[in-house]
């Protein structure tokens, strides 16, 4: 079993979240666990506390959830002081004040306010990050200033800041006026993979939406693309493509965009494309590969047909071109023989690859 550490709490903080998602934070008496020094440990959302009964001033057992992330396993009720109220849920958000909701039967509470101040600091942070939009100097400490000041209240603000307005931050001298307007401007060039990851729209990670520019071209095509049509590019799915065509139908959305646009920020997708090899036995094919190879592993397999312009695909469909089965095929092997997919095993694969 995992290893445990007794603490006493001593507060739940719920902090706001960029999509609006407010969670419950317990702050304990700090304790050694696992290696590490612990003194703060997520409760998830509202169900868990009322679940595990956890209140302010109990004695609690902690653990660590996969090695990592402390985690509440259980309550000491023998030790709770007499007369301890339970854990008061909230009802408004922290940060803006608004009434908080429940969506489609979910189990967090969520602020909606697309204003709110806590999710525009998260949205603006994430869309800065690395891997969205690469603007190197721009952190959560930077932005809060910005948005205290009123220099920002959404990201396309961001490309109409001075330097005359970030002279009004504190400490930011010449050098990191100069460096972060640098960042910001550089960014306008960006493919816009990094901008559709950066709008933080729900379920779309930074495969996706590679996976969705390269397929669309640019944002107008896919903010003009229809649920079915988004839900049918390969590895993208119903509900991804559900979440864009609501995320880029609200008003507030499409005026960011046309300011986006505006301030010269490219909208295309400017990525590496795949070269294809047109004589190729894969070539423009949909590809599913499952089982196990004797002479590759899966991720060199599937390397080596996307270089011979295969797109490989994770789960057989009609619209699959291709299965390709080694050793201890299950699920996927039956369902393409269901579906009449032409299948092809190892030995074939080698015979073809040779050629």
């Not at 300011?259 to 599913?288: C, H, I, M």
């Not at 789960?315 to 032409?342: C, E, F, H, R, Y």
Request: charged share 25%.
């Amino acid at each position: 079993p995992p290893e445990e550490a007794e603490t006493v709490i001593h507060d739940i903080v719920w902090t706001v979240g960029r999509t609006g998602v407010v969670t419950p934070t317990a702050v304990m008496d700090p304790v050694q666990l696992a290696g590490t020094t612990v003194a703060r440990a997520t409760l998830h959302n509202a169900d868990m506390i009322r679940d595990k009964d956890i209140r302010i001033g109990d004695t609690v057992m902690l653990h660590k959830a996969g090695d990592i992330i402390p985690e509440v396993s259980r309550v000491l009720v023998a030790k709770r002081p007499a007369d301890t109220p339970p854990a008061p849920i909230p009802e408004a958000c922290p940060s803006c004040g608004q009434k908080l909701v429940h969506l489609d039967d979910e189990v967090a509470l969520r602020c909606i306010n697309p204003m709110c101040p806590a999710q525009v600091q998260e949205q603006l942070t994430h869309f800065a990050s690395r891997n969205a939009m690469n603007i190197d100097g721009l952190g959560p400490k930077i932005v809060a200033q910005l948005q205290a000041k009123h220099l920002v209240k959404d990201v396309a603000d961001l490309y109409h800041l001075t330097a005359a307005d970030l002279a009004k931050l504190d400490k930011f001298k010449e050098k990191s006026i100069n460096n972060l307007l640098s960042a910001i401007n550089n960014s306008r060039q960006n493919s816009v993979e990094r901008l559709i990851f950066g709008l933080g729209i729900r379920h779309v990670g930074g495969k996706a939406a590679r996976i969705l520019a390269e397929h669309f071209g640019d944002l107008d095509h896919l903010m003009t693309a229809s649920q079915e049509a988004i839900a049918d590019v390969p590895n993208i799915g119903p509900t991804i493509a559900e979440a864009i065509v609501t995320y880029f139908k609200a008003a507030t959305v499409q005026k960011l965009i046309t300011q986006l646009r505006e301030a010269d920020v490219n909208l295309r997708y400017t990525g590496p494309t795949k070269p294809v090899v047109k004589d190729s036995f894969v070539a423009g094919k949909t590809v599913v590969i499952t089982g196990k190879f004797a002479e590759f592993s899966r991720p060199a397999l599937t390397k080596q047909l996307e270089g011979l312009g295969a797109k490989v695909t994770g789960s057989v469909s009609k619209k699959t071109d291709l299965l390709i089965a080694g050793d201890a095929a299950g699920s996927k092997l039956a369902k393409a023989q269901s579906l009449n997919v032409p299948i092809m095993n190892e030995t074939e694969l080698l015979a073809n690859l040779k050629d």
